[in-house]
Nanobody
Framework: QVQLVESGGGLVQAGGSLRLSCAAS????????MGWFRQAPGKEREFVSA????????YYADSVKGRFTISRDNTKNTLYLQMNSLQPEDTAVYYC?????????????????WGQGTQVTVSS
C-alpha cells in the first residue's frame, strides 16, 4: 500500500511558477512509475506528466511540454512537478499517482494509488 500526499498548490498570477510535491509512504517508492494528472471544474481528469522509476524517462502532455518538469527524489520518497509560465487554463486540482509497474504510462486507469489532490489556481 502506498499513501500519497500532494502539497505546493496555491494561487498564482499568469506567467508565474509553482512547484508541486508528492510525498509517498512505503519503502518501495523507488520501484513505482509515477504520474501527475489534473482535473478542472466540469472536465474529466487529464494526464499531465509521467516519470519512470529511475527518473531517467519522462513524458508530458502537449499542453504542458516545455513549461512543466517532472522529477523525483527516491531518497526522499518524493515526486515533484515544477510548473513555469502558468496560464489560467492550467487551473485545476492536481493529483499525483503511483503504479506498480516501473515504466511510464499516460493512462489514469493504469495507476494503482492516488493522492487527495492540491488546488492550483492561475489568475489572469
Amino acid at each position: 500500500q502506498v499513501q500519497l500526499v500532494e502539497s505546493g498548490g496555491g494561487l498564482v498570477q499568469a506567467g508565474g511558477s509553482l512547484r508541486l510535491s508528492c510525498a509517498a509512504s512505503g519503502r518501495t517508492f523507488s520501484s513505482y512509475g509515477m504520474g501527475w494528472f489534473r482535473q478542472a471544474p466540469g472536465k474529466e481528469r487529464e494526464f499531465v506528466s509521467a516519470i519512470n522509476w529511475t527518473g531517467g524517462s519522462t513524458y508530458y502532455a502537449d499542453s504542458v511540454k516545455g513549461r512543466f518538469t517532472i522529477s523525483r527524489d527516491n531518497t526522499k520518497n518524493t515526486l515533484y512537478l515544477q510548473m513555469n509560465s502558468l496560464q489560467p487554463e492550467d487551473t485545476a486540482v492536481y493529483y499525483c499517482a503511483a503504479r506498480f509497474y516501473s515504466d511510464i504510462s499516460y493512462s489514469s486507469s493504469s495507476y494503482d494509488f492516488w493522492g487527495q489532490g492540491t488546488q492550483v489556481t492561475v489568475s489572469s
